[in-house]
């Protein structure tokens, strides 16, 4: 099992410029998760999807869309981008075992002109 | 003010210490604590979860809560050179699929041989 993987690993944009960050997952989990990690500042949710054909907004929804495309899937897109938006951006997946364990991505840096 | 709080670090200590990595947290709803560690260029992965108040112990890793102070702790014997890496800590108010993790910071640790 390749777990959760990300495409891509790296990504440079120009501020404007649109971009979809990919996601899929091999463990037939239920849930999958956007986050982006600045430095100090942890993780946080972007979007979740709770189950498949579900779609909810995190802390830190503005200036990104999400499509759960399937149940292995969740693309995370950015429409145009900002400096604001550099970051390293990680997609988790879980599903309900007597507790909700979160399993993540390798993550993608990207970075915003 | 941060939901979470955690100390950034960096955090140095010989090989064999007894650490003591530690979050507050302000929001009474939360419930279910989780201690994450990263390592550089990966994703986070799960350390150890508790629920409610108390202690857990795994090997040589000891989760504590205290919810009247609010307050959690990870404890880590005899540290050992490969687990120099960043310990997130992440809160949530229930267990249920899609649940929203609030994250702290995360502190980094480094041991020395």
């Known amino acids: 099992n390749a777990g959760v993987t990300q495409t891509p690993k790296f990504q440079v944009l120009k501020t404007g410029q649109s971009m979809t960050l990919q996601c899929a997952q091999d463990?037939?989990?239920?849930?999958m998760y956007w986050y982006r990690q600045d430095p100090g500042m942890g993780l946080r949710l972007i979007y979740y999807?709770?189950?498949?054909?579900?779609?909810d907004k995190g802390e830190v929804p503005n200036g990104y869309n999400v499509s759960r495309l399937n149940k292995r899937e969740f693309s995370l897109r950015l429409e145009s981008a900002a400096p604001s938006q550099t970051s390293v951006y990680f997609c988790?997946?879980?599903?309900?075992?007597?507790?909700?364990?979160?399993?993540f991505g390798p993550g993608t840096r990207l970075t915003v002109l | 003010q941060k939901e979470v709080e955690q100390d950034p670090g960096p955090l140095s200590v010989p090989e064999g210490a007894i650490v003591s990595l530690n979050c507050t947290y302000s929001?009474?709803?939360?419930?279910?604590f989780m201690w994450y560690r990263q390592y550089s260029r990966k994703g986070p992965e799960l350390l150890m979860y508790?629920?409610?108040?108390g202690n857990k112990e795994d090997g040589r890793f000891t989760a504590q809560v205290d919810k009247s102070s609010k307050y959690i702790s990870l404890f880590i014997r005899d540290s050992q050179p490969s687990d120099s890496a960043t310990y997130l800590c992440?809160?949530?108010?229930?267990?249920?699929?899609?649940?929203?993790?609030?994250f702290g910071g995360g502190t980094r640790l480094m041991v020395k041989p």
């Open positions: 988790a997946s879980s599903t309900w075992t007597g507790f909700n364990e979160q399993f």
């Open positions: 463990m037939n989990h239920n849930s």
């Open positions: 999807s709770a189950s498949e054909g579900t779609t």
């Open positions: 929001n009474s709803a939360f419930q279910y």
């Open positions: 508790t629920y409610s108040s």
């Open positions: 992440a809160m949530s108010p229930s267990n249920n699929a899609g649940n929203m993790l609030t």
